[in-house]
């Protein structure tokens, strides 16, 4: 007995050592949002699972693509798992940053992520991050305002009626705007819906030659349409709005419509903090009967750059956090209109979810997104909002001044397109595109 | 002999110090008043002033979030560490400027504060490859240090400008007495400068405290400092300025307390030498 007690004691510190040996602190850089924060509060799941700890470094969205994108450059291994969106990630992966997530385990069913964020999210068919959560856009709007108006939302509006909408909605007396859109400078947030609005328009950015394409008629049509409306239906001062603005705007009742991401359902729904959440529905986002909608495809997304040395803890970490298993833990601490949108496709089918007000127009949204077909006509590049090529950040934030410049009453059209269209060809001059 | 001031004069200069004074102060008593509001008031438009329903609960998430203790003892040790090592240099260098000058001392000056004017983010890769290299990248030993680098110019410089009213035959008087020069700037220099000295130290913690290109470059989550706690609240996509507000005013509690109690140092060194 003596002998069988001194095995079973032996044998359990000879456990609890193996695990300590293997348990392995992870460093976690992330973006500052309601679903990481979220996930940051369940990590504890985590750790009694595998035993692994985890350090987060929680930054801006800028800051945080600034200081993943010095350390990822120079292999510092300052962090184990990097949050990057689908701008990074199919560049990041054909440079040989990342470490591949091919091997991911059966469980984890990798063929149960939407198929449009797998693309997106994959170098030469190899998955290189797994996506968090997934966003588009589209079409949010107050019910009660359009009722007033004597207009009914299709679920599938073109700009002419958004623009006729948005004149009808418009109430200056009573601080009602008819739509509110991003005008603010910098390549993810006026720039980014500008892109996509353009695609719409029949514009991109490059032709198949990689010359920029800011002299042709569709970018000259967008911006017109686009500064017409808002001169008309739009809030004082939208030069400078992003998301942060609009939000803050349409929680307030300040507006009547408002495209944008389709995570910012979640919020303008929440009676919390929206004074309109009993009155919001949603539409997708328009088109101009040119085939292509101007809605956007964007994922947060877990990869572990190159220069790590865990990375065995930190694929666990991904398979654990991307699960339908964490979904299912979120769902059960804060209910199912707080799940990570947008990432899986069971996600979907699930009835629980179902009965959310948003996700069937959210799902339709990232479903008619196509990062590979964005444009009217044949564009070289991969991505809707942006153009996934390295140079693109740079060039799409300088272009973006140009036209918040417009937005502001600073210069015209024809001046910022002129601007836009030298900045472009010299960028892409410089980097050997041309 | 003094110009005499009429009363209305007084009263009128009174008013537009306070004015000037409470508008330097605005942004900081409205991140104050901000962290008591919930997030819905705190983008209320017109916006609320004094008269919201005021909370305790942005302090409460914030505490629960974030390990507040971790990043404010970072903060002491890289400010205080890189200020005090900054001294170490600075006292002898600005005193072999101001008392045994060469014909390129004026130059080293003003050579030494042009790197000043070098865009941080312009070294920032050498810098961390050269962290990388030493294995210092988010330590506490590699930011005291590079904190030190880039605030030595305006120390040398600040305490430069303060030796140079000592006079210089006291310290000659001194060397005659026999004493050494460790003795001659220890005992003789350092307790004659002590207003620019303490001034000095002041406003280079302060700079070290706030400075958030390189502690949020170099650090991840070890040796993160408060301006990354600062940094882990703001967001593109969210309304956190609730949130942003209860961690900046936990973030400048500490450094405006120090300022608040060393207000009378801090002015006096500043103003040291100025009306001769």
């Known amino acids: 007995m003596k002998l069988r007690n001194a095995l079973i004691a032996a044998s359990a510190i000879v456990s609890v050592t193996s695990t300590a040996a293997l348990a392995e602190t992870l460093t976690i850089a992330t973006v500052n949002n309601g679903d990481m924060i979220r996930m940051q509060g369940l990590t504890d799941d985590f750790t009694e699972k595998t035993g692994h700890t985890v350090e987060w470094v929680t930054l801006e969205e800028n800051v945080l693509r600034q200081r993943v994108t010095t350390d990822i450059t120079t292999k510092g291994g300052a962090f184990d798992i990097m949050t990057i969106g689908m701008y990074e990630t199919p560049i990041w992966g054909a440079n040989g940053w990342l470490v591949p997530l091919n091997d991911l385990s059966a469980e984890y069913n990798v063929d149960d992520i939407l198929p449009a964020m797998r693309g997106g999210l994959s170098h030469d068919g190899t998955l290189y991050a797994a996506p968090f959560y997934g966003e588009s856009s589209m079409i949010m709007y107050r019910t009660d305002l359009m009722e007033a108006a004597g207009l009914e939302m299709p679920d599938a509006p073109t700009w002419t009626f958004i623009r006729e909408a948005a004149a009808a909605m418009t109430d200056r007396d009573a601080e009602i705007n008819g739509i509110c859109l991003r005008g603010k400078a910098g390549w993810g947030e006026g720039g980014a819906f500008i892109t996509a609005m353009s695609n719409s328009f029949g514009a991109r950015w490059f032709d198949m030659d990689w010359n920029a394409q800011f002299d042709t008629q569709p970018w000259k049509d967008t911006l017109e349409f686009y500064v017409g409306m808002m001169m008309e239906s739009g809030p004082p001062g939208y030069a400078t709005n992003g998301f942060n603005e609009n939000l803050s705007l349409f929680q307030q009742g300040k507006c009547g419509m408002w495209i944008d991401a389709t995570v910012a359902a979640s919020f303008v729904t929440n009676p919390d903090d929206s004074e309109v959440a009993d009155s919001v529905g949603f539409a997708l986002a328009p088109d101009n009967g040119l085939g292509k909608r101007s809605n956007w495809l964007w994922a947060w997304a877990l990869a572990i750059p190159a220069g790590t040395q865990k990375t065995d803890a930190a694929k666990e970490f991904i398979e654990w956090a991307t699960s339908t298993g964490y979904i299912e833990l979120v769902a059960e601490n804060e209910g199912w209109a707080n799940v990570p949108p947008g990432a899986r496709i069971s996600l979907y089918e699930n009835p629980n979810y179902q009965a959310v007000p948003f996700a069937q127009m959210t799902l339709d949204s990232i479903l008619s997104a196509d990062p590979n077909n964005s444009t009217v006509e044949e564009s070289p590049y991969v991505g809707i909002q942006f153009a996934a090529i390295p140079e693109f950040a740079g060039i799409a934030t300088e272009v973006s001044q140009e036209f918040s410049a417009v937005y502001a009453g600073q210069q015209s059209i024809d001046e910022a397109l002129e601007k836009a269209q030298a900045i472009t060809n010299d960028a892409m001059e410089a980097a050997g595109y041309r | ?276």
Do not use: H
């Open chain 2, 1 to 276: 002999m003094a110009r005499a001031v009429t009363t209305n004069r007084k009263i009128l200069n009174t008013a537009i110090a306070w004015g000037i004074g409470l508008l330097i102060f605005f942004p900081i008593l409205w991140t104050i008043l901000t962290s008591f509001k919930t997030e819905a008031q705190a983008i209320a438009d017109p916006p609320v002033f004094l008269f919201f329903d005021w909370t305790l609960e942005n302090y409460a998430v914030v505490q629960e979030r974030s390990n507040y203790m971790r990043f404010l003892m970072n903060s002491i040790i890289i400010a205080g560490g890189s200020t005090l090592l900054g001294l170490l240099i600075a006292v002898p260098a600005a005193w072999s400027m101001a008392f045994v000058p060469s014909r390129r001392t004026k130059d080293i000056l003003l050579w030494m504060l042009s790197t000043k004017m070098l865009p941080a983010v312009g070294v920032l890769y050498p810098i961390y490859l050269i962290f990388i290299q030493l294995g210092i990248l988010d330590t506490r030993v590699g930011l005291t240090v590079v904190l030190m680098l880039i605030n030595l110019p305006i120390m040398v410089w600040m305490l430069y400008t303060y030796f140079k009213e000592i006079p210089g035959e006291i310290l000659e008087a001194a060397r005659m007495d026999g004493a050494s020069l460790r003795e001659e700037i220890l005992y003789v220099l350092t307790p004659m400068a002590v207003p620019g000295i303490a001034s000095t130290l002041l406003l280079n913690f302060i700079l070290a405290w706030n400075e958030a290109f390189w502690t949020l470059n170099l650090t991840a989550a070890k040796a993160a400092p408060l301006t990354a706690f600062i940094a882990s609240y703001s967001s593109p996509e969210g309304l956190f300025y609730a949130k942003l507000s209860a961690a900046s005013t936990m973030a400048i509690a500490p450094i405006l307390i120090l300022g608040w109690f060393s207000q009378k140092q801090l002015v006096r060194g500043l103003t040291f030498g100025a009306v001769k």
